[in-house]
């Protein structure tokens, strides 16, 4: 997964926003959005600043446990830029 502005083009800074996503382990086997949840709350956080990217991206995670699962909660927050043209 590439994070961050992309080399060469010029951007602004909008604003700050920041994205969640879970994902899950049942029976400690099968996975539920466990794949994606990286790139889910990457896309949330650009999303919600309505911008194009971010810049400087901070990556947290914790966890919880159930009985049947294991579950997963990636956050992430940044700096939104939007690309000039």
Do not use: C
């Amino acid at each position: 997964m590439r994070m961050g502005p992309i080399p060469g083009k010029q951007y602004e800074v909008i604003g700050k926003a920041e994205g969640r996503a879970t994902g899950i382990m049942l029976f400690n086997f099968i996975p539920i959005g466990q794949n994606v949840r990286f790139q889910r709350a990457y896309n949330q956080a650009v999303t919600e600043g309505q911008g194009d990217d971010l810049l400087s991206p901070e990556i947290d995670e914790r966890w919880f446990w159930a009985y049947v699962l294991n579950g997963y909660v990636t956050h992430v927050k940044g700096d939104v830029i939007k690309y000039k043209p």
